[in-house]
């Protein structure tokens, strides 16, 4: 919704950013634990055991080790503001470490900007994406 935004503003020079926040050691953890332990729970034993590098630690995790500083998204939210206008990303990852996001926001791009890019809202998504 808030890349449709962009496009949609973009003409009238308002600039959206989708701020996109880590894993933060907070009591979400809690529920994520128990869905995903009660699917391990009625898993198929070969299924849990072919993907075993990504189903070991299901239901596990609290969070502990996640060094993020909630106080990230608004200094990440202040040093955008502070961009000049039309430097401003349209997607920006929030967090310490890995930042698997951002390959991803990249194809996204691309792939909007070569699907896209050709038709009548073509200027309106490469402006976004430039």
């Known amino acids: 919704m808030s890349e449709q935004l962009a496009y949609e503003l973009v003409p009238h020079g308002i600039e959206v950013t989708v701020i996109q926040p880590g894993g933060y050691p907070t009591k979400v953890w809690v529920n994520r634990n128990a869905y995903t332990g009660a699917l ?40 955008i503001m502070a961009m000049p206008a039309g430097k401003r990303p349209l997607r920006r990852a929030v967090h310490p470490g890995n ?16 699907w896209l890019g050709g038709g009548a809202l073509g200027p309106l998504v490469k402006a976004v994406h430039d």
């Not at 930042?99 to 070569?114: F, H, L, T, W």
């Open 40 to 79: 391990k729970a009625r898993s198929d034993a070969a299924l849990l055991a072919a993907y075993a590098p990504f189903t070991r630690g299901m239901g596990t995790e609290d969070g502990s080790g996640r060094s993020a500083d909630p106080m990230d998204v608004p200094m990440a939210i202040a040093e």
């Open 99 to 114: 930042k698997p996001q951002e390959a991803i926001n990249r194809v996204s791009a691309e792939v909007q900007v070569a």
